[in-house]
């Protein structure tokens, strides 16, 4: 089975513009998360989401948006980039959201560059 | 809130030498504990987990087992190998329990960088 998939790999923005990125979860997982790696750090919650709603939302401004779609794949959005946006963006998938022994499972990853 | 802290590296070992990375976490209620590893270039891989105070979680020649006495997930491995060289994440599932749906989402340590010389 395909693991979770996140595109593009790599991705060049200049401040001011705004981003997609697009993640496909495991097969069976209705759960998706995402999470911003800023080099050098552990990751930061963003979203996520179950069954096509917002199920939680990190300290992250309003730029950052997501949506969930009926296969369960995911965008997350990010407008009016800034320099600091700059990191990897990893999204992860699992069966459900509140199981104790739930486990995310990671894709590779979109690392982002801000100019 | 809850919070994860990992023992500072970069950790140079030899090749067959023990391995102990320290993680101590502060929560409320009873998180799930986890290892991810981070080869470099790559995703995050789950390397381990435990569910409940005394589990032990373990693979690949990895362990840590969940001590609630002392708040603590404890990564060892007897003998590390070269291909074992990456950065280990420490982490926790934060259950909100006032938000629909209880969602858990992960809190991360500041993870530890493992170089392994041959």
Partial sequence: DAGVTQSPTHLIKTRGQHVTLRCSPISGHKSVSWYQQVLGQGPQFIFQYYEKEERGRGNFPDRFSARQFPNYSSELNVNALLLGDSALYLCASSLRTSGRSDTQYFGPGTRLTVL | ?118
């Avoid at chain 2, 101590?24 to 504990?33: D, E, I, K, Q, V």
């Avoid at chain 2, 995703?43 to 362990?63: R, V």
């Avoid at chain 2, 209880?102 to 991360?108: F, H, S, T």
């Fill in chain 2, 1 to 118: 809130g809850n919070s994860v802290t990992q023992m500072e590296g970069p950790v140079t070992l030899s090749e067959e030498a023990f391995l102990t990375i320290n993680c101590t976490y502060t929560a409320t209620g009873y998180p799930s504990l986890f290892w991810y590893v981070q080869y470099p270039g790559e995703g995050l891989q789950l390397l381990l987990k435990a569910t409940k105070a005394d589990d032990k979680g373990s693979n690949k020649g990895f362990e840590a087992t969940y001590r609630k006495e002392t708040t603590s997930f404890h990564l060892e491995k007897g003998s590390v190998q070269v291909s074992d060289s990456a950065v280990y994440f420490c982490a926790l599932s934060d259950q909100d329990g006032n938000k629909p749906g209880n969602n858990r989402k992960l809190i991360w340590g500041l993870g530890t960088s493992l170089a392994v010389n041959p």
